[in-house]
């Protein structure tokens, strides 16, 4: 099938055949009705679902077996219990489950909309700015058809790049975002099959490796209120300073025939949106990539401590994981181009030592102590040197006296005080999780 960098195509992921009347009276059909609906957004968020179903389709959507299912809870049970020696915090795990890749895309779509739409309302402003001054009186209400078609053209290709997403992740934090939903801990059977005949690994033994990172990333999201606002803002900030590329627009939109459906087909958006080369960029491009590598470095501390002895091939998943983060796949990568942001921790390594350097100056609880605030977090410098920063000696009790813990986490954040020790929930926490 060829590709469909657009995204228009008839039900099953085909494009129309410009000889067939039939498939092209359904293609303009199609088309009429993108133009014509009104839009909530600068995507079509219903358009970028019909082409990530229709390309998994194509490519393929095992269904999760009853055995699937049974060995995915089963993983994560045992997942816990090897994490409870080697964190502060309870389980964060409420639900448990086994997707499919559309499951993924569906589990995950409010939060890819919440990071996607600020960069795509600037491509559609661009689009409309295309339009001579001169001319836009005139143009009177077909002006909205402009701001219809940016969305549809950032929809389409949108849910072309999270059609190749569903099919490579492994499980809902594998990218590093909290993408699902709080507490569900979430594995993608079919990809972790594929996954680890790559690697050419028992199944069962790469499936439990990504439910300790699975369920290690529940504890820290979970226990850690503020993080997953945090590491959010941090995306949207770096995202508020992509530069659109109006030249690339504008070449993009003269190769456009709507009567013809191979222009269709030939539009790409790759290259329309590029990172602004000013300091306050590489400034929040450094925060990123900072709290991600923390992120993923804590949790693969914490995975490879837990599983020890008790896996095989640990050193092989762990170092195989770590190469993955670091490079991202193929379809990371197409989303990187598409939309400018890359999610690559590039100082995993880094952050891997440090941790490791905590928890031997500072133990299990000292190190996790580290996440009660972002302004206690090691800076982009102290990567350098992690002994030095790990054996400071902090009086944690006067360094989180100081803090205004109602700032960075909003209204879900909350000041450790009482008996409860920093950055531990009390029982009605651990109930609840």
């Known amino acids: 099938m060829p590709d469909i960098p657009f995204g228009f195509a008839l039900p099953g992921g085909q494009p129309p055949d410009p000889n067939d009347p039939a498939q092209m009276q359904q293609f303009m059909s199609q088309l009429q009705h993108l133009l014509s609906a009104p839009g909530s957004g600068p995507v079509n968020w219903d358009l970028a679902r019909q082409v990530a179903a229709s390309q998994l389709a194509a490519t393929g959507d095992p269904a999760v077996s009853p055995f699937e299912r049974n060995a ?7 997942a ?6 080697a964190t502060s ?3 964060g795990i409420r639900t448990s489950v086994a997707w499919n890749r559309n499951e993924w895309i569906y589990k995950t779509l409010d939060v890819w909309r919440k990071l996607c739409d600020p960069v795509a309302s600037r491509m559609v402003g661009a689009m409309g700015d295309l339009v001579p001054p001169e001319a836009r009186a005139q143009l009177g209400p077909m002006q909205s058809m402009v701001a219809t078609l940016g969305g549809a053209l950032f929809g389409g290709q949108l849910g072309q790049a999270l059609g190749s997403l569903a099919a490579e992740v492994l499980s809902a934090g594998d990218i590093g975002l909290p993408l699902g939903p709080a507490g569900t801990a979430a594995l993608i059977p079919a990809n972790i099959r594929a996954y680890g005949e790559g690697l050419e690994l028992p199944e069962d033994e790469v499936r439990l490796y990504v439910a300790l990172r699975e369920a290690a990333h529940q504890r820290l999201f979970q226990h850690v209120p503020w993080l997953r606002g945090h590491v959010l803002t941090a995306v949207e900030n770096y995202a508020s300073g ?10 993009a939109m003269g190769r456009l025939d709507p009567t013809d459906p191979e222009s269709m087909q030939a539009i790409a958006l790759e ?4 990172p602004e080369d000013t300091p306050a960029q590489k400034a929040s491009l450094a925060r990123l990539e900072t709290v991600l590598a923390l992120v993923e470095g804590w949790v693969g501390h914490v995975v490879d401590t837990a599983a020890g002895d008790r896996l095989p091939n640990v050193v092989r998943l762990g170092e195989a994981f770590r190469r993955r983060r670091a490079a991202g796949g193929p379809a990371e990568q197409t989303f990187a181009a598409l939309v400018g942001l890359e999610l690559r921790p590039r100082r995993l390594r880094e952050a891997s030592v440090l941790w490791a350097a905590l928890t031997e100056h500072r133990g299990i609880a000292g190190r996790d102590a580290v996440w009660g605030h972002p302004d206690l977090l090691p800076s982009d410098d ?13 009086d944690l009790d006067d360094e989180l006296a100081s803090f205004d813990f109602s700032a960075p986490g909003g209204p879900e954040e909350q000041a450790p005080g009482g008996e409860t ?3 531990r929930p009390d029982e009605g926490d651990a109930d609840k999780s």
């Open 72 to 78: 995915v809870e089963e993983a994560l049970r045992i």
């Open 80 to 85: 816990d219990l090897w994490l409870e020696p």
């Open 89 to 91: 915090w309870p389980s």
């Open 242 to 251: 992509i530069r659109v590329n109006r030249e690339a627009i504008e070449e």
């Open 271 to 274: 290259g329309i949106f590029t």
């Open 382 to 394: 102290d990567f350098a040197d992690p002994e030095g920063f790990a054996a400071a000696r902090l």
């Open 421 to 423: 020790p920093p950055n």
